[in-house]
């Protein structure tokens, strides 16, 4: 009787084991078929596989990453605050994730709670100092305060780690093009377009054109972004300041004009074309 008992056990245990395995193995299923709709851009079907994974296995190790996955699949998907609390909720299970906390990061950034992000932002240079994101984006912050010193502090360590990194190219062409260094901005901005013709960059390379007398170079650079951008308010300034250097005034105006309509500050535009 005790050898049956024995025997009960075991096949109880091997059962238990067999059906854990078929649980994991729906498990790692669902979280590839989530990842995979996430990369075909179906942000709803991947909410679902997530959230169906962490059903199925609430005490799964991989649960913190799960999680994390699904805080940025619902920040795709215009879910900030819901983002937000799944991604803490990540943080908590696993506090020394770098990848969670330039995950919530982001998602701060894009809420405009830039303090809270900067402090993800330093707990993850605490855990890893080799991670570039975190100079970048104090950088950045600096740069808009207006914080010159501690701008170029930041971004001497991003360069020092990466110096041929996409985010050390647009700091420095960012520091250049603020602090009028038109020379040295230039070169940037050109190596950002060769990489990617986005409308910000065709801009700052114009204004560093404009400010060397290059109007012809300027001029194609504003035609260039506005193909892509029909309504940007910095390339409609752009092409106000050179219609004023070309003395069309009555361009120039309506060119102010539209830039101010599409959102540039007043105060700028003033100041630039008067």
Same mark, same amino acid.
């Given at each position: 009787m005790k050898r049956l008992i024995i025997i009960i056990a075991i096949l109880g245990a091997v059962l238990t084991a067999r059906a854990d395995k078929a649980e994991?193995?729906?498990y790692m299923r669902m979280v590839s078929d989530a990842l995979d709709a996430a990369k075909k851009g179906d942000f709803e079907q991947a909410e679902? /596989?997530?959230?169906?994974?962490?059903?199925?296995?609430?005490?799964?190790p991989m649960n913190s990453m799960v999680?994390?996955?699904?805080?940025?699949?619902?920040? /795709?998907?215009?879910?900030?605050?819901?983002?937000?609390?799944t991604l803490s909720h990540a943080h908590k299970i696993s506090p020394a994730s770098v990848t969670i906390l330039l995950n919530r990061a982001k998602v701060l950034t894009s809420m405009n709670r830039i303090d809270e992000a900067v402090a993800d932002y330093d707990m993850v240079t605490r855990l890893d100092s080799t991670v570039t994101k975190p100079y970048f984006f104090r950088g950045m912050v600096s740069l808009n305060k207006n914080d010159l010193?501690?701008?170029?502090?930041?971004?001497?360590?991003?360069?020092?780690?990466?110096?041929?990194?996409?985010?050390?190219?647009?700091?420095?062409?960012?520091? /250049?093009?603020v602090t009028q260094q038109w020379d040295k901005a230039l070169p940037y901005f050109s190596a950002l377009l060769r990489e990617e013709e986005a409308p910000e960059y065709f801009s700052g390379r114009a204004w560093c054109y404009l400010n060397r007398g290059d109007l012809a170079e300027a001029s194609d650079d504003i035609g260039r972004g506005l193909e892509l951008a029909p309504d940007d308010a910095e390339l409609f300034l752009c092409r106000a300041y050179l219609n004023k250097l070309? /003395?069309?005034?009555?361009d120039s105006l309506r060119d102010a004009e539209i830039a101010v309509k599409n959102g540039a500050d007043p105060e700028r535009v003033r100041r630039l074309l008067h």
């Amino acid at each position: 009787m005790k050898r049956l008992i024995i025997i009960i056990a075991i096949l109880g245990a091997v059962l238990t084991a067999r059906a854990d395995k078929a649980e994991e193995t729906i498990y790692m299923r669902m979280v590839s078929d989530a990842l995979d709709a996430a990369k075909k851009g179906d942000f709803e079907q991947a909410e679902r /596989y997530f959230t169906d994974a962490l059903n199925l296995q609430p005490s799964n190790p991989m649960n913190s990453m799960v999680f994390s996955n699904l805080g940025m699949v619902r920040y /795709y998907m215009g879910k900030d605050s819901l983002a937000l609390a799944t991604l803490s909720h990540a943080h908590k299970i696993s506090p020394a994730s770098v990848t969670i906390l330039l995950n919530r990061a982001k998602v701060l950034t894009s809420m405009n709670r830039i303090d809270e992000a900067v402090a993800d932002y330093d707990m993850v240079t605490r855990l890893d100092s080799t991670v570039t994101k975190p100079y970048f984006f104090r950088g950045m912050v600096s740069l808009n305060k207006n914080d010159l010193p501690e701008a170029m502090k930041q971004f001497d360590v991003l360069n020092r780690l990466d110096p041929e990194g996409y985010e050390s190219k647009v700091a420095m062409a960012q520091l /250049y093009l603020v602090t009028q260094q038109w020379d040295k901005a230039l070169p940037y901005f050109s190596a950002l377009l060769r990489e990617e013709e986005a409308p910000e960059y065709f801009s700052g390379r114009a204004w560093c054109y404009l400010n060397r007398g290059d109007l012809a170079e300027a001029s194609d650079d504003i035609g260039r972004g506005l193909e892509l951008a029909p309504d940007d308010a910095e390339l409609f300034l752009c092409r106000a300041y050179l219609n004023k250097l070309r /003395y069309r005034s009555a361009d120039s105006l309506r060119d102010a004009e539209i830039a101010v309509k599409n959102g540039a500050d007043p105060e700028r535009v003033r100041r630039l074309l008067h």
